[in-house]
Structure formats: C-alpha cells, structure tokens
C-alpha cells in the first residue's frame, strides 16, 4: 500500500503558513514505514526539534483505479479515518527556501499515526463532516470536509490521472488551520464527529 497526501486543501491552513492557493492539488508520498496504528506512541526523531501536528481526514481506497473520472470517484473508497500528518518543519523550511523536496519532513518513520476507519455508511453527507485534535486536552484544531478546496472525489479524479490508485492505499485530504509544535509528554486525540478515534502520546 502507498501512503498519498494533499497539502495546501484548507484555505485557512494556506494563510497561516504563507503559502500561495495552489492551481491544482498539491500531492506528497508518506512511506509506509510512516504508519503508527492502534494509538501506538509517537517517539519524537532526534534529527528534529520542531514536529508540528496536522490532523487529516483520511480515505481508505478499496479498488484499482486509473484515470478515474469524477462521477465515478465514490466507487473507489469505501471509508473516512483520520490520521496525523507529523511534519519536521525546521528540515521542511530548510528544503523550501533551497527549492529542494521536502520529502524527509513528511515522511520520517512514525510521521502518520492513521485511526480505525469507519464505513461511508455512517456519514450521511460526505461533505459535512466535523473532525478535530485536543492536545492536551485543548482543542487545536476543526475542521469540517465542506470547507476543502478540493473534494473527495476531486481527489481521487486528479491523483489518479498519473498514479494508480490500488486498495488498501491511504489518502490524507489536507489539513484546516491551528497546526503547531508538539513536545515531548503532549497527550493527543482526534475525533470524527463525536468519536475519538486517536488517543496516544509523544515519546
């Protein structure tokens, strides 16, 4: 399985980092070898002393697209998670300003703590859906699937025009405003709606 990811999908995410609204979707790979399952702890990297938070809505793709057009999008995942998108953001700063890949920021060992997915079923409007992170408790980040840029099915539309999507494979939509730094000791949880679907701490 591949792990893809959307940046810049959240217009409010785009103002806090100062970066310009991108033309088209933004598309970033995470190894698997990113992955943490079962609320397993993350262990802050030693190469890093500035790892932000960015909690996503996640799609799990359950069959094999290529060139998938739009109104046919929805046949290709099956259910929403949600995921942390951990970003070393000195060594991603250090590459941008040198117009290099940011590659090593996003895709460390550990960067994507990924939930349990929950069928569509359960979601009655794909596009009104609330998901948020508490850090410690605190509520630092909401947002809701309308106020994306690009939609699901956009998503799968674009991606797979130059990269078949296979199943098991991950999606990470993008992110909305309030990322910041975690430290050592931090407790975070994620919900979807009303449920906490990630509950483990920073090592």
């Not at 590459?95 to 994507?112: C, D, E, H, I, V």
């Not at 509520?139 to 099915?153: A, E, Y």
């Amino acid at each position: 399985m591949k792990i893809l990811a959307i940046g810049r999908n959240y217009a409010e995410h785009i103002a806090e980092l100062n970066n310009e609204v991108p033309d088209e979707p933004v598309i970033f790979f995470k190894p698997d070898t990113a992955i943490l399952r079962h609320n397993e702890p993350f262990y802050y990297p030693e190469y890093t002393s500035d790892v932000h938070y960015e909690v996503k809505l996640l799609l799990r793709i359950c069959r094999e697209g290529k060139n998938v057009e739009k109104q046919f999008a929805h046949k290709y995942y099956d259910a929403i998670g949600l995921g942390i998108d951990f970003t070393a953001r000195d060594l991603q700063t250090k590459a941008k300003s040198k117009g290099l890949p940011w590659t090593l920021a996003k895709g460390f060992n550990g960067s994507a703590p990924v939930s349990e997915f929950l069928p569509l079923t359960e979601f009655p409007d794909l596009q009104n859906i609330n998901f948020s992170l508490n850090v410690n408790g605190e509520t630092k980040q909401k947002g809701n699937s309308k106020m994306m840029l690009n939609t699901f099915d956009d998503i799968i539309a674009y991606i797979s025009q130059f990269i078949t999507l296979k199943t098991g494979d991950i999606i990470f939509t993008g992110t909305p405003e309030g990322v910041g730094p975690v430290k050592i000791g931090d407790r975070l949880e994620g919900y979807v709606e009303d449920k906490k679907l990630l509950d483990f701490e920073v090592k």
